[in-house]
C-alpha cells in the first residue's frame, strides 16, 4: 500500500509541477486561469491514479450479485500418474474441475495464452507441456473479468515462482494442490561429449532425482551403446529436490560415425515412466570441418573468438594454447577440467579444419604449423610480431602503439551490413596498429588516432589463388565481446560477417548449403530447431517419416533473419527426415538453388516435470491473496476495469479545451 501512495505521489508531482508552472509563469494571466488550472490539475491527477490501478473494494456492490468465477487447470503431464483410488491424476483432476463448472464456473487451461474450454473438450483434452510461469494466465483471466479463480495444479513449481504468480493480483485466488508426492526416480541430464576419437574411452556424467522414497531405497542405473550394455550399477534413490550426480566412465565404442547412447533408471514400484530414459548421439571417428583455433601466446581474444565464431557459423569448434614448447591447453567450456595434450594430439586436425585460426604468431612459428596455414584455403590470421605477419602476408613494420578509435564511417565491404546501424565511435579503441601493407586487400574497419589524423584499415580481407583469409591489423578486439550493448553486438557482427565471407557458398565447407537439425535429439513436447545457411526468410517444407517406406508428415517453417526457424513437436519415436527450401541463384536472373538434406533425428519420450517436488504445506485460500488485508478486499475491482474514470477524463479535458479557447489561450 505504501508503494503505491509513494508511486502515485511521483506521477502526480511529475504532471502537476509542470502545469503549474506554464499556468502561473509561462503564460499571460487571462481570467478564470485558477479553475482552468484546477481542471488540468484533476484531470493529471486521474492520469496518475489509472497508472497506479488502486483496487475498489465496492466495485461489484452488492456482495450477493452474480459473479465470474474462473478455474485454471495446470494439464501438464504431472497429472499423468496413478491415482491411489483409481485410474490416474488427470482424470480426477477433470472431475474436479467439472464439479466446479457445474456450479456456474468458467474453465480454462493454464498457458502463456490461458484457452477457454468447455467441459467436453476438457475430458479430452491431452497433456501439454509443463508451465514454469502460472503469472500470465492469471493475469489474462483477471483481465477478462473473473471475480475469482481457482487454480488447480500439481505446484511442482517454486513457492518464489507461486508467489510471483501471485503477487498483487486484483482478484481473489484459492490455489489447491492436485495429488501427492509419488514414488518415483527418473533421469535429469545425461552429458556425453559430442564427438570423440574411435579409440577413447566416453567420460560424461549422469544427473537422477527421486521422490517418495524409504530409507535404504536403490535403484539400478544402465547405460547401453546401441544395443550392447556397458555400465550397470546400483545406487541410492536421491532424495526429492536434491540431484545426485554420477560420472561415467565408458570404453570406446564399438563403431564409428553416429552411435547411440541410452541411459535407464530401473525402481521397483515406479509411478512415472516417461523421466526412466535419456537418449545422446555421439560422433565417433577423427573429426573433419570446424573451427579449429591455434594460440602461440596468452592473451583473451581466443576465449572470446572461439564462441563467437562456433555461434555465427554454427560449426564446432575446438581451441588450443600454447603453454610450453610441445604443451598445449585445449580450450574447454565451464568449469570442465582439461590437461596439457601435445601436439601430436592435434596436430592432423590442423590441415582438415573447415576454418583455420592463427592467434599470438610472434618472432617464430613451428614449422608444421607454417605448412598447415600455407595450404590452408579458409583462414583469420591475428598476428603479434613480425613473423606472424610475414605467415599473414602483411607488412611486417613494427606496430604503433597507443589507443586508435574506431571510425564510425563503414568503408564499402562484405562485412558492412553486419556493422550497419550501430554506434562504432563509442566502441572501446583498439591497440597495436600495424602498417597495412597488403595488395589487394579488403578493409572491413578503419580506425583513427586520439589527433584524428587520417583513417587506417583495422581489419582486411584477402582473396587469391589459395582461398580466402582475414587478416587483424590491431589487437584488442575481445573488449567489444565481454562488454553488453553495442560493443558485443558490434564483435558478434564483426566476425559474423568475417566468418560468412570467408566460408561463403563458392568455398565448400564441411556442413554448409545444407537443410540441418540444430539438435539430433530433443525431448517430448520440444519444437525442433531447423537452420539452412543462405536461406534467410524462406519457406522450409520438411517431411517426417517412421520409416523409409510409411506416409510422411509435411511441415513448413518461415526461416528468420539468421536462416533459422522451429517446427511443432512430434510425437516420440525415431523420425528419417527431409529437407528443401530455395535460395536465389547467384545471378539476379538465375534460376533460385535448392537447398536439401536429410537425416534422423529423435523425440525421446522424456519430461522432466516431476523433477521438483509438489510444494508443500499447500497454500489456503486466505494466504493465497496477497492484493488486500481484510476479506473485502478480495473483492475489490481494480480502477481500470470501470467506465466512470474514463468518462470523467475525458469531460475535464474537454471543459478545460473549451475554457482555454473562450479565454484567449491556445
Known amino acids: 500500500m505504501i508503494t503505491t501512495l509513494l508511486l502515485f505521489l511521483l506521477l502526480a508531482a511529475a504532471g502537476v509541477i509542470p502545469a503549474v508552472y506554464l499556468y502561473l509563469r509561462r503564460e499571460p494571466a487571462a481570467p478564470g486561469r485558477g479553475l482552468l488550472l484546477g481542471l488540468r490539475t484533476s484531470a493529471l491527477l486521474l492520469i496518475a491514479l489509472l497508472l497506479v490501478d488502486p483496487p475498489l473494494p465496492w466495485g461489484h456492490g452488492d456482495p450477493s450479485a452474480e459473479t465470474t468465477r474462473w478455474v485454471l487447470l495446470d494439464g501438464s503431464r504431472a497429472l499423468d500418474v496413478p491415482h491411489p483410488e483409481d485410474g490416474t491424476l488427470r482424470g480426477h483432476a477433470v472431475e474436479r474441475a467439472v464439479t466446479e463448472a457445474r456450479l456456474g464456473a468458467r474453465l480454462a487451461l493454464a498457458g502463456p495464452e490461458p484457452e477457454g474450454i468447455d467441459t467436453l473438450a476438457l475430458a479430452g483434452a491431452t497433456s501439454r507441456p509443463p508451465v514454469d510461469d502460472l503469472r500470465p494466465s492469471l493475469i489474462r483471466l483477471a483481465e477478462a473479468g473473473a471475480d475469482s479463480i481457482l487454480l488447480l495444479s500439481p505446484l511442482r513449481i517454486s513457492s518464489a515462482t507461486l508467489e510471483r504468480a501471485l503477487e ?6 484459492q490455489v489447491e494442490r492436485l495429488g501427492e508426492p509419488v514414488r518415483n526416480a527418473g533421469i535429469l541430464e545425461l552429458e556425453l561429449p559430442g564427438r570423440v576419437a574411435a579409440d577413447d ?3 560424461g556424467t549422469l544427473t537422477l532425482f527421486g521422490e517418495d522414497g524409504a530409507e535404504g531405497d536403490s535403484l539400478w542405473v544402465r547405460v547401453e ?15 526429492a529436490g536434491a540431484p545426485l550426480r554420477l560420472s561415467l566412465e565408458l570404453p570406446p565404442p564399438a563403431d564409428t560415425g553416429w552411435v547411440r547412447y541410452q541411459a535407464a533408471v530401473e525402481l521397483e514400484d515406479d509411478a512415472f515412466g516417461l523421466d526412466d530414459r535419456r537418449v545422446r548421439w555421439v560422433r565417433v571417428g577423427p573429426p573433419e570441418g570446424g573451427i579449429v583455433l591455434v594460440s602461440l601466446e596468452p592473451d583473451w581474444e581466443p576465449r572470446v573468438l572461439l564462441p563467437a565464431l562456433e555461434a555465427a557459423t554454427g560449426l564446432e569448434g575446438e581451441g588450443y594454447l600454447q603453454v610450453a614448447e610441445d604443451r598445449w591447453l585445449p580450450l574447454v567450456r565451464g568449469d570442465d577440467a582439461a590437461g596439457p595434450v601435445g601436439t601430436d594430439h592435434f596436430r592432423e586436425r590442423v590441415p582438415r579444419a573447415g576454418l583455420l585460426v592463427v592467434h599470438g604468431v610472434g618472432e617464430s612459428a613451428p614449422e608444421w604449423l607454417r605448412a598447415a596455414v600455407a595450404g590452408h584455403p579458409r583462414v583469420i590470421h591475428l598476428p603479434t610480431g613480425s613473423e606472424g605477419a610475414r605467415l599473414a602476408a602483411v607488412s611486417p613494420a613494427q606496430p604503433r602503439e597507443g589507443e586508435w578509435s574506431p571510425d564510425p564511417d563503414l568503408p564499402p565491404s562484405p562485412v558492412g551490413p553486419y556493422l550497419s546501424g550501430l554506434a562504432l565511435g563509442a566502441l572501446p579503441p583498439l591497440t597495436h596498429l600495424r602498417p597495412a601493407g597488403t ?8 580506425v583513427r588516432s586520439p589527433r584524428g589524423a587520417e583513417s587506417r584499415p583495422a581489419l582486411v580481407l584477402r582473396e587469391g589463388p589459395s582461398g580466402r583469409s582475414a587478416v587483424a591489423l590491431a589487437r584488442g578486439f575481445w573488449r567489444w565481446g565481454n562488454r553488453s550493448g553495442d560493443p558485443r553486438e558490434a564483435y558478434r557482427g564483426l566476425w559474423s560477417g568475417v566468418a560468412g565471407w570467408i566460408l561463403a557458398d563458392d568455398v565448400p565447407r564441411a556442413g554448409a548449403g545444407e537443410v540441418r537439425p540444430l539438435q539430433r535429439v530433443v525431448a517430448l513436447d520440444d519444437p525442433l530447431a531447423w537452420e539452412a545457411p543462405g536461406a534467410a526468410g524462406r519457406l522450409l517444407e520438411l517431411r517426417f517419416r517412421t520409416d523409409s517406406a510409411g506416409p510422411a508428415q509435411v511441415r ?3 526461416l528468420d533473419d539468421r536462416g533459422r526457424g522451429r517446427t511443432d513437436p512430434l510425437p516420440p519415436g525415431r523420425w528419417l527426415w527431409e529437407g528443401e527450401v530455395e535460395i536465389p541463384g547467384d545471378l539476379p536472373e538465375g534460376d533460385p538453388q535448392l537447398l536439401s538434406g536429410s537425416g534422423e533425428v529423435e523425440v525421446e519420450p522424456w519430461t522432466g516435470v516431476l523433477a521438483t517436488p509438489p510444494l508443500d504445506p499447500v497454500p489456503q485460500p486466505g494466504e493465497a491473496v496477497l492484493a488486500g488485508d481484510g476479506a473485502d478486499d478480495r473483492r475489490a475491482r481494480p480502477l481500470r476495469t470501470h467506465p466512470a474514470p474514463y468518462l470523467f477524463l475525458i469531460l475535464l479535458l474537454c471543459v478545460e479545451w473549451i475554457g482555454r479557447r473562450r479565454v484567449g489561450l491556445r
Open 556 to 558: 513448413q517453417v518461415r
Open 168 to 173: 498483487a493480483l486484483p482478484v481473489h485466488v
Open 201 to 203: 574411452e566416453i567420460r
Open 439 to 446: 595488395d589487394g586487400g579488403v578493409p572491413v574497419l578503419r
Open 225 to 239: 551403446e546401441g544395443e550392447r550394455e556397458v555400465e550397470r550399477r546400483r545406487v541410492p534413490l536421491p532424495v
